[in-house]
């Protein structure tokens, strides 16, 4: 099993619907990040979260909200959901006593809003 | 300018060669530097990372940090086809918190 899982791994959806990805991991990291991934930007990171009690916004975090539930579970929610959020989104942990460059990656969700 | 450039190639090399990945930065606080492989459809997975001048060697990987240039340097020896991936290059810049910034990544394709 992956260490950093994320469901759903595929969804389409219609624009105003309300999405939510989740992601759990196993690794006893601290911090854990939300990216999306669009062809010729590369990842930006869209929240992260260093502790249960601790979020922040990344740089494109309009549009987006978070919640981390627990310390090994951080979702993302797409309040409502339009076509240029069409992506493919990562949810990635790191170890605080590390640095915070290495990421640990989930499998990756890709999202079709139509 | 972007803060992280690299050429989207793709890099074509035959099997065997030396596969040479560059990346370029404009942030000189950058402190700490790393290459991320990506397999089509694939999440990013950390192979290499490098904070200091010079070289970091791991098997066949070899980082290479050039900070009074802002280059960034991967090589890789004796490519293989299953080397054939985008390679990101990412660094820690930015204040406060040193979010990680990604390049768009260099597609390499390794040729039997």
């Known amino acids: 099993d992956a260490d950093v899982t994320q469901t759903p791994r595929n969804r389409i959806t219609k624009t105003g619907k309300r999405i939510m990805l989740e992601c759990s991991q196993t690794?006893?990291?601290?911090?854990m990040y939300w990216y999306r991934q669009d062809p010729g930007l590369g990842l930006r990171l869209i929240y992260y979260?260093?502790?249960?009690?601790?979020?922040n916004k990344g740089e494109i975090s309009d549009g987006y909200s978070v919640s981390r539930q627990a310390q090994a579970k951080f979702s993302l929610s797409l309040e409502s959901a339009i076509p240029n959020q069409t992506a493919l989104y990562f949810c990635?942990?790191?170890?605080?006593?590390?640095?915070?460059?290495?990421?640990?990656f989930g499998e990756g969700s890709r999202l079709t809003v139509l | 300018q972007k803060e992280v450039e690299q050429n989207s190639g793709p890099l074509s090399v035959p099997e065997g060669a030396i596969a040479s990945l560059n990346c370029t930065y404009s942030?000189?606080?950058?402190?700490?530097f790393f290459w991320y492989r990506q397999y089509s459809g694939k999440s990013p997975e950390l192979i290499m990372s490098?904070?200091?001048?010079g070289d970091k060697e791991d098997g066949r990987f070899t980082a290479q940090l050039n900070k009074a240039s802002q280059y960034v340097s991967l090589l890789i020896r004796d490519s293989q086809p299953s080397d054939s991936a985008t390679y990101l290059c990412?660094?820690?810049?930015?204040?406060?918190?040193?979010?990680?910034?990604f390049g768009t990544g260099t597609r390499l394709l390794v040729s039997p």
């Open positions: 990635a942990t790191s170890d605080f006593s590390g640095s915070p460059g290495e990421l640990f």
């Open positions: 690794k006893g990291h601290d911090r």
């Open positions: 979260s260093f502790d249960v009690k601790d979020i």
């Open positions: 942030d000189r606080g950058s402190q700490s």
């Open positions: 490098i904070y200091s001048n």
């Open positions: 990412a660094l820690e810049g930015g204040t406060g918190f040193q979010k990680l910034v």
